[in-house]
């Protein structure tokens, strides 16, 4: 079964960047579309953002539209969230997730999480002076 493991997760200092990556150990990210959410304590979980299967159709929350990025590399079977000018209310615990998409589907970038079937265990990232 797919698994996913978040990493690049940290504190850092308002205005900062952090990297997140998503690994998918022994498995090609190829045919699956991926997405990035968060979660702040009492808080709702909130899409941040998605990537298609295929071609990288993009897709953002406004809350971080022009600082944050979304990438999936198949060769090396990871997806990317590069954070920048990060502010205190991005502090949050950041998760991946993936779904597996057929032909049909592969240009599609899913921001409900209910869409998705695979999660990794999340990322701590706190933005604080």
């Known amino acids: 079964q797919l698994q996913l493991v978040e990493s690049g997760g940290g504190l850092v200092q308002p205005g900062g960047s952090l990297r997140l990556s998503c690994a998918a150990p022994?498995?090609?990210?190829?045919?699956?579309?991926i997405g990035w959410f968060r979660q702040a304590p009492g808080k709702e979980r909130e899409g941040v953002a998605c990537?298609?299967?295929?071609?990288?159709?993009?897709h953002y929350a406004d809350s971080v539209k022009g600082r944050f990025t979304i990438s999936k590399d198949n060769a090396k079977n990871t997806g990317s969230l590069e954070m920048k000018s990060l502010k205190p209310e991005d502090t949050a615990n950041y998760y991946c997730?993936?779904?597996?998409?057929?032909?049909?589907?592969?240009?599609?970038?899913?921001?409900?999480?209910?869409?998705?079937?695979?999660w990794g265990q999340g990322t701590q990232v706190t933005v604080s002076s």
């Open positions: 997730a993936a779904v597996a998409v057929g032909d049909d589907s592969r240009l599609i970038c899913y921001s409900d999480p209910a869409a998705y079937d695979y």
């Open positions: 022994g498995y090609t990210l190829d045919y699956y579309a």
């Open positions: 990537i298609s299967r295929s071609d990288g159709t993009t």
